[in-house]
């Protein structure tokens, strides 16, 4: 008690040769953990901060509920010539009995501030194997399990929503930070993650977990029911077995005889249901955005002349499926001139499925004539409320000016195709040459200078140059596994094109779209070295941007994959065969755009 005491004074001494402290007071109370059993131990710490020689708080005793010393702690800090102190009071809890105990609600007073210090609660269990009546019995928990959790029943299309993964384990099985999810559909949903959230000890029955909790964010990209079966990996740390040393040389194990070890958990199947998007009330300038969006327009200049530019900066924010969400069409009929939107930033978080675009349209009003911007509106598919949601931007008020020269063009720059024609500047002197010696006949030559000798002569070099190459091509290709799949990909595309136009042919259009999707897996499979179970309809779409594929040309094999999908997985067979026959004509052509570009 007389060192508690000697190290108070000379931390309130320390504290006050300190600079003053501009930060207000804080004070907080916790015990942590907030779950043990009889024969373990808890802290309750008493943190204050932010001012100068404070009165440290005392815990008043708790009936069954043994406290030790308090233990006091500081720490301090300069920052730009201004200290800081924190002090920590803590006591260590040791429980006589098991229940439920609350610490406070308690009132701290120092310099005459008084700060509300709300109750804590911790739960003492019987020790591990006992009853809750304190009776020994069999302990048939598992160590560790886990559970898949989704915030709804069911999804729609296009949204990004949670799925959360939970695993549970008996405190003394150590588990560290990390998982890896098996087993998931190959196609129709893209989970992004996971990434670890923090989480609290449970009590389940007499027992007392530890949580890891995990999120991952989760795209639907078609509509149907997907059962998740999946098997969990988790990096648990084990013990190795010690091996009995041999000989001299056989050192025993520095690290501690310590691995990781992943173990598989297998979580409760569920079903995820993703319902397709509603079909009534959908607003004419939807294109696919579901979320929670705003919108906003910046227009500038406002005042003008005719002919001249004005720049409309379009600013769309929310969460969803921002990655794919496409700035709005302005309508202004004859009295602008319009042209392509382009995209000028984005800000996009894909843990947090949420971030920003910000797009820019430019347009020239045509005449004075021009009063406004026409509003434009932004509409997107609310998942919460189930419900399409339009927002309204304008119309803009303008002030357009007659224009005081000729109307204002976008010059184009011509490159003179002509070439310059070569001026003759005088005559060559031809000189005459001396008489030779000998005169001869050109087939007086002999025989082996004849070129079909030398050509004779030629072909084993060349045949064995060709062999040479062609070797050295196939074992480069049996090395390069990515190249040799590359170059077969337009081949293996062909088997699935003729099984589209077979099917097409006889009115199957299920089979029309199976060949459709294997001929379209087959040959981005292989131009980008993916395995069946890698491809995906996102993974082609961003390495074909980023190739630099046309965005037309992108678009059309999106809705491709897009009819694939919902064929494959929802059943659906409304698809029309003219449809069809369209897609398998501009297939080619589509495949033939991908063979252009470096994947």
Same mark, same amino acid.
């Not at 005042?303 to 709005?328: D, H, K, R, Y």
């Not at 007659?402 to 490159?415: E, F, I, R």
């Given at each position: 008690m007389k060192r508690c005491i000697h190290s108070l004074i000379w931390m309130m001494t320390l504290a006050a040769a300190l600079p003053a402290v501009t930060r207000a007071m804080s004070v907080q109370f916790d015990v942590n953990p907030k779950i043990i059993r009889i024969g373990e131990r808890a802290t309750a710490n008493f943190t204050v901060e932010g001012i100068q020689n404070p009165s440290l708080p005392q815990l008043p005793p708790i009936d069954g509920i043994q406290m030790g010393q308090p233990h006091t702690s500081t720490s301090m800090s300069i920052v730009n010539g201004r200290g800081s102190t924190t002090y920590t009071v803590s006591y260590a809890l040791v429980p006589l009995r098991a229940g439920d105990f609350t610490f406070g609600p308690y009132k701290y007073q120092s310099n005459g501030q008084v700060l509300d210090l709300p109750a804590v609660e911790l739960k003492v269990l019987p020790p591990r194997g006992a009853s809750e009546n304190g009776q020994q019995g069999a302990d048939n928990a598992p160590t560790i399990f886990a559970k898949i959790e989704t915030g709804r029943d069911a999804y729609f299309n296009q949204e990004v929503f949670d799925i959360l993964f939970e695993v549970y384990y008996q405190r003394g099985l150590n588990v560290r930070s990390g998982l890896e999810i098996m087993n998931l559909p190959e196609s129709g949903l893209i989970l992004e993650g996971p990434v670890e959230l923090q989480a609290n000890p449970v009590q389940i029955g007499n027992n007392i977990y530890d949580v890891h909790r995990y999120r991952c964010k989760t795209h639907a990209l078609t509509a149907g029911t997907f059962p998740l079966d999946l098997v969990l990996h988790v990096p648990v740390e084990i013990q190795r077995e010690q091996q009995r040393r041999r000989g001299f040389f056989d050192f025993p194990d520095m690290f501690g005889g310590r691995e990781l070890q992943k173990v598989s958990v297998v979580p409760e199947p569920i079903d995820l249901v993703i319902k397709p998007l509603p079909t009534t009330n959908v607003p004419p300038g939807f294109s696919?955005?579901?979320?929670?969006?705003?919108?906003?327009?910046?227009?500038?200049?406002?005042?003008?002349?005719?002919?001249?530019?004005?720049?409309?900066?379009?600013?769309?924010?929310?969460?969803?499926?921002?990655?794919?969400?496409?700035?709005?069409?302005?309508?202004?009929?004859?009295?602008?001139?319009?042209?392509?939107?382009?995209?000028?930033?984005?800000?996009?978080?894909?843990q947090q499925a949420r971030g920003t675009k910000i797009f820019e349209q430019v347009v020239i009003p045509r005449s004075d004539a021009v009063k406004e911007l026409p509003p434009m509106t932004f509409s997107y598919f609310n998942p919460v409320r189930a419900v399409y949601e339009t927002?309204?931007?304008?119309?803009?008020? /303008?002030?357009?000016? $007659?224009?005081?020269? =000729? +109307?204002?063009?976008? #010059? &184009? !720059?011509?490159?003179? %195709?002509?070439? *310059?024609?070569?001026?003759?500047?005088?005559?060559?002197?031809?000189?005459?040459?001396?008489?030779?010696?000998?005169?001869?006949?050109?087939?007086?030559?002999?025989?082996?200078?004849?070129?079909?000798?030398?050509?004779?002569?030629?072909?084993?070099?060349?045949?064995?140059?060709?062999?040479?190459?062609?070797?050295?091509?196939?074992?480069?290709?049996?090395?390069?596994?990515?190249?040799?799949?590359?170059?077969?990909?337009?081949?293996?595309?062909?088997?699935?094109?003729?099984?589209?136009?077979?099917?097409?042919?006889?009115?199957?259009?299920?089979?029309?779209?199976?060949?459709?999707?294997?001929?379209?897996?087959?040959?981005?499979?292989?131009? /980008?070295?993916?395995? $069946?179970?890698?491809? =995906? +309809?996102?993974?082609? #779409? &961003? !390495?074909?941007?980023? %190739?630099?594929? *046309?965005?037309?040309?992108?678009?059309?094999?999106?809705?491709?994959?897009?009819?694939?999908?919902?064929?494959?997985?929802?059943?659906?067979?409304?698809?029309?065969?003219?449809?069809?026959?369209?897609?398998?004509?501009?297939?080619?052509?589509?495949l033939k755009a991908s063979e252009k570009i470096r994947l």
């Open positions: 696919g955005a579901v979320g929670i969006f705003t919108f906003d327009i910046e227009v500038k200049p406002r005042e003008l002349q005719a002919g001249e530019p004005i720049t409309i900066a379009m600013n769309i924010s929310g969460s969803g499926n921002i990655e794919n969400v496409v700035a709005p069409t302005f309508e202004a009929g004859d009295l602008f001139k319009t042209y392509d939107t382009r995209l000028l930033n984005d800000r996009i978080d894909r927002i309204r931007r304008g119309p803009v008020p /303008l002030v357009v000016h $007659p224009s005081s020269s =000729s +109307p204002a063009q976008l #010059l &184009q !720059a011509h490159v003179n %195709g002509t070439k *310059d024609q070569a001026q003759i500047l005088g005559m060559d002197i031809s000189y005459l040459q001396p008489e030779p010696r000998e005169w001869r006949r050109l087939s007086d030559r002999p025989w082996y200078v004849e070129p079909g000798v030398l050509a004779a002569q030629a072909l084993p070099v060349l045949g064995l140059l060709a062999l040479f190459l062609t070797r050295q091509r196939k074992e480069g290709l049996k090395r390069d596994v990515a190249k040799a799949r590359r170059l077969r990909a337009p081949r293996s595309a062909a088997a699935g094109l003729r099984k589209a136009t077979e099917a097409l042919r006889q009115n199957d259009a299920p089979g029309c779209v199976d060949g459709l999707w294997d001929a379209l897996a087959s040959y981005y499979g292989d131009r /980008l070295n993916l395995s $069946p179970g890698e491809i =995906s +309809p996102t993974l082609v #779409l &961003q !390495a074909l941007e980023k %190739g630099g594929m *046309d965005e037309g040309q992108r678009r059309e094999l999106s809705t491709i994959f897009s009819l694939c999908d919902e064929v494959r997985f929802s059943g659906a067979t409304s698809t029309d065969a003219a449809t069809l026959q369209n897609m398998l004509k501009n297939i080619p052509a589509l």
